[in-house]
């Protein structure tokens, strides 16, 4: 089982610019969460999808972020603009909703100049 | 609200010496309890869990009990080795919901 992919996996990048990150979940997984690392605030939750629907984006931050779930295989986290408070490790996690346990990807590291 | 404490590092031993981080909670119902490891550059890893009080998880050499009484599931591990140096998160999933409710994490550095 490959586990979840995400990319890239580093990205530096000019304030302002647009930044697109991406997560595949583990095949036959219908829970995906999108979460923010940083050293101040810890590991946050920015949005929950239940099959492919999102359930809860109470922690996005602001309307700079977007996250969208295509289908069963893909999802994006979309910053636009980008500021340097966004740099950041970035997480996808999915998981079998029957279950609890989260499997989580390497994380993107952004950088936000 | 529901919320993980765990204790500050870092966390500094010898190989070989006995390992222990305090995790507390509180929680509405009857949560599950996880600890997650994440070693440097890499995503979080689960390295143990329990569903019910008693229960106690185990992995690799690390051992943890959930006790109702006193809100806790400490980490503790008799031998640490140098490979074991990681950040160590704490987490608390209350049943029937998505959401997990993460510690702090705490940082073991483990010296030869």
């Known amino acids: 089982d490959a586990g979840v992919i995400q990319s890239p996996r580093h990205e530096v990048t000019e304030m302002g610019q647009e930044v697109t990150l991406r997560c595949k979940p583990i095949s036959g997984h219908n829970s995906l969460f999108w979460y923010r690392q940083t050293m101040m605030r810890g590991l946050e939750l920015l949005i929950y999808f239940n099959n492919n629907v999102p359930i809860d984006d109470s922690g996005m931050p602001e309307d700079r972020f977007s996250a969208k779930m295509p289908n069963a295989s893909f999802s994006t986290l979309k910053i636009q603009p980008s500021e340097p408070r966004d740099s950041a490790v970035y997480f996808c996690?999915?998981?079998?909703?029957?279950?609890?346990?989260?499997?989580f990807g390497p994380g993107t590291r952004l950088t936000v100049l | 609200g529901d919320s993980v404490t765990q204790m500050e590092g870092p966390v500094t031993l010898s190989e070989e010496a006995f390992l222990t981080i305090n995790c507390t909670y509180t929680?509405?119902?009857?949560?599950?309890l996880f600890w997650y490891v994440q070693y440097p550059g890499e995503g979080l890893q689960l390295l143990l869990k329990a569903t019910k009080a008693d229960d106690k998880g185990s992995n690799k050499g690390f051992e943890a009990t959930y006790r109702k009484e006193t809100t806790s599931f400490h980490l503790e591990k008799g031998s640490v080795q140098v490979s074991d140096s990681a950040v160590y998160f704490c987490a608390l999933s209350v049943g029937g919901t998505y959401k997990y409710i993460f510690g702090t994490g705490t940082r073991l550095k483990v010296l030869a």
């Open positions: 929680a509405t119902g009857y949560p599950s």
């Open positions: 996690a999915s998981k079998i909703a029957v279950y609890n346990e989260q499997f």
